[in-house]
């Protein structure tokens, strides 16, 4: 299995203002993948984040309202920019170690 | 985006009973994940199934990929009260290593 520490946990933040998530994985893995989820929902998937490329994007997400990093096989961020309080929900990174996907704790924003 | 039909969507129970969900697709996956997500936390991997007809258990936890590949069910035996979460079924074709999501079964122990 894989470890995934995502920070922060939580914050509330001003309209406006933009959020960095991060998030670390214990193991070298290939795939990484982050979704949002509103409390009490299903997953849904903003964007695939493989290293060495371009993030590939879901359709009603765009890369100048979530810009991605990979940097590593260890490592992504995700920027939640310009927020506005639609933005308010749990976002989750998660990576992908041979069949089987694990995710971090969650992000869960507050934009007021 | 896409989401399979999982059911029911809450189930309320009497700590020891048994409890059965599953979910359903029009499509045919080769990955079947079972998860539950407790309250502020990510969710967690409970069941993976790579076979169709595979039955694969989890202490009391067991979990069936169906023949046709598109449907499998999680039947939790003996429910304690930490049991209590939204699971979540995710199903993967290889073409495409994005996951499928249900909508989740909520599960609530009544006290």
């Known amino acids: 299995s894989a470890v995934i520490s995502q920070k922060p946990s939580r914050d509330i933040c001003q309209r406006g203002t933009s959020l960095t998530i991060q998030c670390q994985v214990d193991?070298?893995?290939?795939?990484m993948f982050w979704y949002r989820q509103q409390p009490g929902q299903s997953l849904t998937l903003i964007a695939t984040?493989?290293?060495?490329?371009?993030?590939?994007?879901e359709s009603g997400f765009v890369i100048d309202k979530f810009p991605i990093s990979r940097p590593n096989l260890t490592f992504s961020t995700l920027t939640v920019s310009n927020m506005s309080p639609e933005d308010s929900s749990i976002y989750l990174c998660?990576?992908?170690?041979?069949?089987?996907?694990?995710f971090g704790q969650g992000t869960r924003l507050t934009v007021v | 985006g896409q989401q399979l039909n999982q059911s029911p969507q809450s189930m309320f129970i009497q700590e020891g009973e048994d409890v059965s969900m599953n979910c359903t697709s029009s499509s045919i996956f080769n990955t079947w994940l079972w998860y539950k997500q407790d309250p502020g936390e990510g969710p967690v991997l409970l069941i993976a199934l790579y076979k169709a007809g595979e039955l694969t258990s989890n202490g009391r936890l067991t979990a069936q990929f169906g023949i046709t590949r598109k449907d499998s069910f999680l039947n939790i035996s003996a429910s304690i009260p930490s049991d209590v979460g939204i699971y979540f079924c995710?199903?993967?074709?290889?073409?495409?290593?994005?996951?499928?999501w249900g909508a989740g079964t909520k599960l609530i122990i009544k006290p």
């Open positions: 193991s070298q893995v290939t795939m």
């Open positions: 984040a493989n290293q060495g490329s371009e993030a590939t994007y």
């Open positions: 995710a199903g993967q074709t290889d073409s495409n290593y994005q996951l499928i």
């Open positions: 998660s990576a992908r170690l041979n069949t089987e996907a694990f």
